[in-house]
C-alpha cells in the first residue's frame, strides 16, 4: 500500500510540474506575442512618422514651386510695364517732335498735353511708374521743347 501511495505521489508530483510546465509556456507565448505586437506597433508609428515628414517636405516643394511661379510672373508684368512705359516716352518724344515747329501756339501746348493725359490714362491700370510720376509733375504752362530739355536734365541716360 505505501508503494501505491508513493507510485500515486509521486504521478500526481508528474502531473504538478506538467501542469506548471503548460502554464510557464502559455505565459512565455503570451509574452511574446505582446513584446511581437509592441514591435509592429513601434515600425508602425515610425513608418507613420516618415510618411508625415514626406508629405510635409512634398507641400514645401510645392509651395516653392509655386512661390517662384508667382516670382516669375511678377518679373513677367514688370518687363511688361517697363516695356510699355519705353514705348510711352518714345510716342512722347514723337509727338514732341512733330509738334516742336509751332509750339508757341496754346492751342499745341494743350493738345500736348492731352496726349500726355492719354499716355498717362494708359498706364492707370498698373502701379505707378518713372514715367507717370514724371507726366505728373509737368507743368501745364510747358512747351514741349523745355519738357524734353528737363526730361534731358533729369533723365540723361534715358534719351
Not at 502554464?23 to 505582446?34: N, P, V
Not at 514705348?87 to 512733330?98: F, I, M
Not at 492751342?107 to 498717362?120: G, H, L, N, T
Given at each position: 500500500?505505501?508503494?501505491?501511495?508513493?507510485?500515486?505521489e509521486?504521478?500526481?508530483?508528474?502531473?504538478q510540474?506538467?501542469?506548471?510546465?503548460?502554464?510557464?509556456?502559455?505565459?512565455?507565448?503570451?509574452r511574446?506575442?505582446?513584446?511581437k505586437?509592441?514591435?509592429?506597433?513601434?515600425?508602425?508609428?515610425?513608418?507613420?512618422?516618415?510618411?508625415?515628414?514626406?508629405?510635409?517636405?512634398?507641400?514645401?516643394r510645392?509651395k516653392?514651386?509655386?512661390?517662384?511661379?508667382?516670382?516669375?510672373?511678377e518679373?513677367k508684368?514688370?518687363?511688361?510695364?517697363?516695356?510699355?512705359?519705353?514705348?510711352?516716352?518714345?510716342?512722347?518724344?514723337?509727338?514732341?517732335?512733330?509738334?516742336?515747329g509751332?509750339?508757341?501756339?496754346?492751342?499745341?501746348?494743350?493738345?500736348?498735353?492731352?496726349?500726355?493725359?492719354?499716355?498717362?490714362?494708359?498706364?492707370?491700370?498698373?502701379?505707378?511708374?518713372?514715367?507717370?510720376?514724371?507726366?505728373?509733375?509737368?507743368?501745364?504752362?510747358?512747351?514741349p521743347?523745355?519738357?524734353?530739355?528737363?526730361m534731358?536734365?533729369?533723365?540723361?541716360?534715358?534719351?
Amino acid at each position: 500500500m505505501q508503494r501505491k501511495i508513493a507510485m500515486e505521489e509521486r504521478k500526481l508530483i508528474v502531473a504538478q510540474r506538467k501542469l506548471e510546465s503548460i502554464r510557464l509556456l502559455t505565459e512565455l507565448f503570451l509574452r511574446a506575442k505582446l513584446e511581437k505586437q509592441h514591435q509592429d506597433l513601434q515600425q508602425r508609428i515610425l513608418e507613420l512618422e516618415r510618411e508625415k515628414e514626406r508629405q510635409l517636405e512634398e507641400e514645401e516643394r510645392k509651395k516653392g514651386i509655386e512661390k517662384r511661379k508667382l516670382k516669375e510672373s511678377e518679373s513677367k508684368k514688370a518687363r511688361q510695364l517697363k516695356r510699355k512705359e519705353v514705348r510711352l516716352r518714345r510716342r512722347l518724344l514723337r509727338n514732341w517732335k512733330q509738334t516742336q515747329g509751332n509750339s508757341k501756339d496754346r492751342s499745341d501746348r494743350r493738345q500736348m498735353r492731352s496726349a500726355i493725359v492719354k499716355a498717362e490714362e494708359e498706364v492707370t491700370d498698373s502701379p505707378p511708374t518713372k514715367l507717370q510720376s514724371v507726366v505728373a509733375s509737368i507743368p501745364r504752362y510747358w512747351t514741349p521743347q523745355e519738357y524734353f530739355y528737363w526730361m534731358q536734365e533729369h533723365y540723361p541716360y534715358h534719351w
